[in-house]
C-alpha cells in the first residue's frame, strides 16, 4: 500500500510564501514522476508542476517564475515552494506520483492553499 502525506498548505495573504511538501511511502519504486496539481470547485484538475526523474520539470504558465519544485529522490518526497501568491492560487493542491510506463498513479488526499487579505 502507498501514502502520500501532504503538509504546507493554508491562509496567506496576497504576495506572501507557502511551501508544500508530499512525503511517498509504501510499496512504491521507480519513480517516473512526482508533481502538483490543483483543484478549484468546478473545474478540472490542472497541472501545476512536475519534475520527473531525469531531472526534467515541467511549470503551468501561470506558475512560471514564482514556484518552484523540487524533490528529495532518496525520500521520496516533492516539494512545491510558492512565492508571491496570488487569490487566483487558492485551490486544493494534490499531490500526484506516477510510475514508469503508467504502472502506477497515486493521488494525496489534497491540501487547501488559501491566498486572501
Known amino acids: 500500500q502507498v501514502q502520500l502525506v501532504e503538509s504546507g498548505g493554508g491562509l496567506v495573504q496576497p504576495g506572501g510564501s507557502l511551501r508544500l511538501s508530499c512525503a511517498a511511502s509504501g510499496s512504491i519504486f521507480s519513480i517516473y514522476a512526482m508533481g502538483w496539481y490543483r483543484q478549484v470547485p468546478g473545474k478540472e484538475r490542472e497541472l501545476v508542476a512536475v519534475k520527473i526523474s531525469d531531472g526534467t520539470t515541467n511549470y503551468a504558465n501561470s506558475v512560471k517564475g514564482r514556484f518552484t519544485i523540487s524533490r528529495d529522490y532518496a525520500k521520496n518526497t516533492v516539494y512545491l515552494q510558492m512565492n508571491n501568491l496570488q487569490p487566483e492560487d487558492t485551490a486544493v493542491y494534490y499531490c500526484?506520483?506516477?510510475?514508469?510506463?503508467?504502472?502506477?498513479?497515486?493521488w494525496g488526499r489534497g491540501t487547501q492553499v488559501t491566498v486572501s487579505s
Open positions: 500526484n506520483v506516477f510510475g514508469p510506463l503508467g504502472q502506477y498513479n497515486y
